[in-house]
């Protein structure tokens, strides 16, 4: 089976020293100013992915937490939960792809090859949907209040979120087909192998239209909207939009890297192919860094949020406190029984 001569997916890139493919002139000097700097990007990736891991991890964990038991469940609660699991799940596949760009060995089988190349392109879609979900919910609340008021519900809200996730385990389908592991020796690789130039494009084309495109379309007309009916409204508070605002941004910034590499790669024959795995590399760890930024935002910009957080982690201070003293008292109590024995 041979191997594609570049792959668009999350840190799976071929072995390549300038030269294999063509003709070249390249030095021994050149080939290991290549090496060198590419292994000082490596160790930079990875110290950068094992800080959104840990970061992802438990800001994901501590939203879900609190949305989901310590906030009153609502249909922005319920947006919000959503995401903070499809930021979770990415995270606790990442610590795998650690590994391989640090041994470039997958010991873990093919199924967790497909599985966790794919955490990556389902955290994008459920992601990008999420936030046209949001716009989309904000917009309507704003331009159709009454409506809004009558209709709009947990329950719908929540099938909307499944119809989501289906949509976006439905167009990630290419991740888990396409993935494969091969065997070098004692190594093996997991890499993906479109059968030929043409799927390739096919899959980044609808990566990129289904997954950016024409969700971002939707998002920046809802942005709108919202922005000509805000001025004409007197709101007590514009957090939620500044939180919305803040989320649409950051996955926008995240994810233009990555996909501009992918559609760079597809006309493979005129750019270097050092530059394009550098970028992207790159361009995947900052698609990487979104899953993290979410909690932040929330903690950062979102006021209700923020207040259940403090009054969540003063409850535990004062409840575990109280449990002490209670402790202490009865261990008093009770050596004063002794004393009087």
């Known amino acids: 089976m041979e191997k594609t001569s570049m792959d668009v997916d999350y840190v799976e890139y071929e072995d390549y020293t300038p030269g294999n493919d063509t003709e070249s002139n390249t030095t021994t000097a050149e080939l290991l100013n290549f090496s060198s700097s590419r292994s000082a990007v490596t160790h930079v990736l990875v110290t950068v992915n094992i800080l ?3 970061i992802g991890l438990g800001g994901n964990s501590l939203v879900i937490w609190i949305c989901g038991w310590k906030m009153k469940r609502t249909v922005i609660t319920t947006w919000y939960i959503s995401l903070a699991i499809s930021d979770f799940l990415f995270c606790a596949f990442l610590p795998l792809e650690v590994f391989y760009m640090i041994t470039s060995h997958w010991p873990f089988g093919l199924v967790l ?30 331009s159709f209040p009454v409506w809004s008021h009558n ?10 979120v499944v119809l989501m996730w289906l949509l976006s385990a439905l167009l990630t ?5 396409f993935r494969q592991t091969i065997v070098h020796g004692s190594v093996t690789q ?10 390739h494009k096919v899959v980044a084309l609808t990566r990129f239209i289904c997954g950016f495109l024409i ?6 007309y809802c942005c709108s909207v919202l922005g000509v009916k805000l001025r004409s409204l007197t709101i007590k508070s514009t957090k939620p939009y500044k939180v919305m605002a803040a989320l649409i941004l950051s996955f926008f910034f995240c994810w233009v890297p990555y996909h501009t590499f992918v559609l760079l790669e597809l006309d493979l024959k005129n750019h270097r192919v050092d ?13 990487a860094a979104n899953s993290f930024i979410s909690p932040v935002l929330y903690v950062f910009i979102g006021n209700d949020f923020k207040q259940t957080l403090k009054r969540s982690l003063t409850s535990r201070i004062e409840d575990a406190m109280a449990e002490d003293f209670r402790t202490g008292a009865l261990n008093h109590s009770r050596s004063k029984s002794m004393e009087i024995m």
């Open 151 to 160: 209709h709009r519900t947990v329950r719908k809200a929540f099938g909307v």
């Open 113 to 142: 090859c497909k599985l966790t190349s794919s955490a990556l392109f389902l955290n994008m879609y459920s992601s990008v949907f999420l936030l046209v979900l949001i716009s989309t919910d904000r917009c309507i609340m704003i």
């Open 173 to 177: 389908l290419p991740s888990l087909i």
């Open 275 to 287: 530059v394009l795995q550098t970028g992207l590399k790159v361009g995947a760890t900052l698609a």
């Open 52 to 54: 959104i891991t840990v």
């Open 215 to 220: 969700p971002i379309l939707i998002i920046l």
């Open 190 to 199: 997991c890499y993906t192998d479109y059968k030929g130039h043409s799927g």
